[in-house]
């Protein structure tokens, strides 16, 4: 009995929470050319930001942003902008010890293709048909 109240007394020490933010079709923070030919170079890539906190103190005074998120998935991989997005924060804190607040998103990433694909003609697709 006694083990079971102090397993029970050190689970409950340590506090941990994932809430879901929300999903999003397509996100970027570039300027997207929504003309131009664009190639799908990651699946399920991440990006984060995060503030530690320290006994109880946050070590960033700002709270955490998409755009920081989705700006670290962009630069880790090099594209222009993610699609089919999930997005979550994730908190986790051991009491007057250390803890972080995690914003994460997750979705594919593409990016311009450097291919010439031609120019499309609108009007001439539309008299084909």
Not at 9 to 14: A, D, E, G, P, Y
Not at 67 to 86: H, P, S
Request: hydrophobic fraction near 40%; charge should be negative; include cysteine.
């Amino acid at each position: 009995m006694k083990k079971l109240i102090l397993l029970l007394m050190i689970t409950s020490f340590f506090v941990s929470c994932t809430i879901p933010m929300g999903h999003l079709s397509f996100v970027s923070t570039k300027d997207v050319d929504m003309g131009a030919y664009y190639v799908k170079i990651a699946e399920r890539a991440e990006g984060r930001a995060i503030t530690n906190i320290i006994i109880f103190v946050p070590t960033k005074l700002t709270p955490n942003t998409i755009e920081e998120a989705v700006n670290d998935a962009l630069w880790y991989t090099g594209g222009d902008f993610m699609t089919n997005c999930k997005i979550e924060q994730k908190v986790w804190y051991i009491p007057y010890i250390y803890g972080e607040d995690i914003l994460s998103i997750e979705g594919d990433v593409w990016k311009i293709s450097s291919d010439d694909v031609g120019s499309i003609n609108l009007e001439n697709l539309k008299e084909n048909q």
